[in-house]
């Protein structure tokens, strides 16, 4: 990342900045700006990023944040695909920005949004409330009646054998990043669709055979905005950064109430 | 809580089916045809309630079907018909968990199992067989 320039709408106060690296390539940015306490309508700011061939999407925001525009909202942590915090549309495609590089977008222009389907609290930082609601409302925990810990305080371990781990562990990569849930054509029209990222860890919990929840679980998903709403487009899938595969889980899931599995 | 703040695409994301693939350009594809085939039962249940007000009538309404532009909404209705059939038994299996892979560790570059390639053929299969069935039916009313 060598230097940095912003174009406001009206192309004043045009600022750059430049650091010691030499330049590689130069690439433009259109970044949404909204504040929803202040701001009736989103607008894209304009800004030119000379970037490395390593750069990711991520490392040109905060370059931008921290050079240009340090008003710019963001929400990041663990810049390496693990905190699940930095999701944002890129190009039109839910994405983590830490897990793009932006030599592989393949494109002159990157336009930067605000996850769909999320409310945004400001830019590109959206609220995740309802998603852990969702999340929560589903047990996301092993539910049995009798616990790893007894009252005589004696430790035993719930055991497993690796072929059971194999059936959920794919499931249990979620870094609750809501990709899924924007991409999700469902999600997009019904506010109140569970989604796919709750839905598959209910998936993940049912398929453990330590796991007694099932029945609970199956009767939570089982109503009008549930399960029944995913009309597996497989588009949660596609964008997921950790190979969960959603539409998976959820098929598998319903399964069961299907009566194609016991 | 405005529009712009909630940010939901709404309707929009039913309507470009070319982001994520095949798979979602076939849940356009459905959504399209299940629409379409849902006018033509409304029209057809009106058109054939018309016999009871009368062999005249019922007559004149069939008049109306056997016209070039008849003939090219009952081509339309065979390839939706075909493809909304075909992926729907598809959808189906997959709903009962039939065909979307087995779960196991994930490896990098991750590629979602639940699209795998017997999804895919049946997707291209559909769209195929929907398209030899209107060229059939083009055939049957519009040849000699």
């Known amino acids: 990342m060598a230097a940095i320039k912003i174009h406001e709408e009206n192309d004043q106060n045009v600022k750059s900045i430049a650091a010691d690296i030499k330049p590689k390539n130069k690439i433009l940015f259109k970044i949404t700006k909204f504040n929803p306490h202040v701001d009736t309508h989103m607008k894209y700011v304009d800004y030119d990023v000379e970037y490395e061939h390593w750069n990711t999407v991520l490392d040109a925001l905060l370059m931008i944040k921290h050079k240009v525009d340090p008003s710019l909202a963001l929400r990041y942590s663990c810049r390496q695909a693990s905190c699940g915090s930095c999701g944002m549309m890129i190009n039109d495609k839910p994405s983590l920005a830490c897990f793009t590089k932006i030599n592989e977008l393949g494109s002159d222009v990157v336009k930067i949004e605000p996850m769909s389907n999320f409310p945004i609290l400001r830019d590109l930082a959206v609220d995740f409330t309802q998603m852990f609601n969702t999340h929560k409302k589903l047990k996301p925990y092993i539910i049995r009646s009798d616990s790893e810990i007894s009252q005589s305080n004696e430790i035993k371990e719930f055991s497993q054998d690796p072929d059971s781990v194999e059936k959920y562990i794919q499931f249990a990569n979620c870094i609750k990043c809501g990709l899924c849930n924007s991409a999700c054509p469902t999600m997009a029209t019904d506010s109140s669709f569970m989604g796919p990222q709750a839905l598959t860890q209910a998936y993940r919990y049912v398929s453990d055979d330590r796991d007694k929840g099932k029945n609970t679980r199956l009767k939570i998903i089982d109503e009008r905005h549930g399960i029944w709403r995913c009309h597996f487009a497989g588009s949660c899938s596609k964008v997921c950064p950790k190979g969960v595969d959603p539409a998976m889980g959820i098929q598998f899931l319903r399964s069961y109430l299907l009566g194609f599995r016991d | 809580m405005n529009k712009q703040h909630n940010n939901r695409i709404g309707i ?64 339309l209705v065979i390839g939706m018909s075909t493809f909304h059939t075909i992926n729907g038994i598809r959808i189906m299996l997959g709903h009962g968990g039939i065909g979307v892979g087995k779960a196991s560790r994930p490896d990098y570059p991750y590629a979602p199992k639940s699209q795998n390639m017997k999804n895919k053929l049946c997707i291209y299969a559909s769209i195929g067989l929907a398209a030899l069935a209107m060229l059939y039916s083009v055939e049957v009313m519009f040849g000699e």
């Open chain 2, 12 to 75: 929009k994301a039913w309507l470009n089916p070319w982001r994520y693939g095949i798979e979602r350009f076939a849940y356009w594809l459905m959504r399209i045809t299940g629409v379409g085939l849902l006018v033509y039962f409304i029209m057809h249940i009106y058109e054939t309630s018309s016999i009871l007000d009368g062999k005249e009538i019922w007559n004149k309404m069939l008049d109306l079907t056997q016209t070039p532009e008849g003939h090219l909404i009952l081509v």
